[in-house]
């Protein structure tokens, strides 16, 4: 019994400490409800999210994705593209987001559904992370910091390339690695970093191979801007004296 309750204790303490980046998962996850409303999209309406190389690529792999997990067929080859290539190859350059469950939920036949559904968390999960990154970085947890993190999961990029889904878990790890680079300098803790470039490159390796020379000039701008306030500290001191 006192265990259950310590289970329960620790998972309501995760969800009241984190509270406001829950407030801006679901704020997101709203607004893109009445975004598919408004456009009438399946399945309020019978217009497809599927555009450009959500139809031409992704669509088809899903599905196929989702007959040969069903079906117990090999990861390795397939003869649905031209005369035969590697799926398994595909798979690691499309579809190996953690969100891919979802299109083993939907099923075959609601494909549409399934992918609106992974673009609307995905657009989710950058607002929370966004908001967690705020709420660690710079100790603030407020409903301001969950209007930054929706904020950050509607910009441009977003706007730009919801349509191309291998690039949207790098979005959503993106905060996780800018925290990560600055527990490393501020903390000596890698552990942050190095799960969320791991998880980046598993999902896009070009995107985690973007994201880490971006944090490579993170960490040599945050060090001499250190080094900076310190010598201004220093001068300070010496203008007092």
């Known amino acids: 019994m006192k265990i259950k309750n310590e289970k329960g204790s620790v998972i ?7 509270k406001y980046c829950w407030l801006a998962f ?8 009445i975004v598919y409303i408004c456009y009438s999209l399946i399945p309020f309406g019978d217009v497809t999210i599927l555009r450009m190389d959500l139809y031409h690529q992704y669509g088809p792999l899903f599905a196929e994705f989702y ?9 390795l ?14 798979f690691y350059n ?9 299109m083993l939920i939907f099923g075959h036949k609601n494909m549409p559904e399934a992918i609106a559904t992974m673009i609307l968390l995905a657009a989710a999960f950058s607002s929370a992370t966004f908001c967690y990154y705020l709420k ?14 929706v904020l950050y999961s509607f910009c441009g990029f977003f706007i730009a390339y919801y349509w191309n ?20 300098i501020n903390e000596r803790r890698p552990a942050l970093y190095i799960f969320s470039l791991s998880m980046t490159l598993m999902t896009s390796y070009y995107m985690g191979y973007m994201e880490e020379k971006e944090m490579e000039l993170t960490e040599v701008y945050q060090l001499g801007y250190e080094k900076q306030t310190e010598h201004f500290v220093d001068f300070l001191y010496w203008l007092r004296a």
């Not at 080859?77 to 595909?90: C, D, E, I, P, V």
């Open 12 to 18: 309501s303490r995760i969800f009241k400490d984190n």
């Open 26 to 33: 679901g704020c997101s996850a709203v607004i893109m409800l």
């Open 67 to 75: 007959d040969r997990v069903t079906q117990m067929k090999s990861f």
């Open 77 to 90: 080859y397939s003869w649905n593209t031209g005369l035969g290539s590697s799926f398994l190859g595909n």
């Open 94 to 102: 499309y579809l190996c987001s953690p969100l891919s469950i979802v």
């Open 136 to 149: 660690k970085s710079f100790g603030e947890h407020s409903p301001v910091t969950a209007a930054f993190g």
């Open 165 to 184: 889904l291998m690039w949207l878990d790098a979005m959503v790890l993106f905060p996780l690695m800018i925290l990560g680079i600055e527990r490393i």
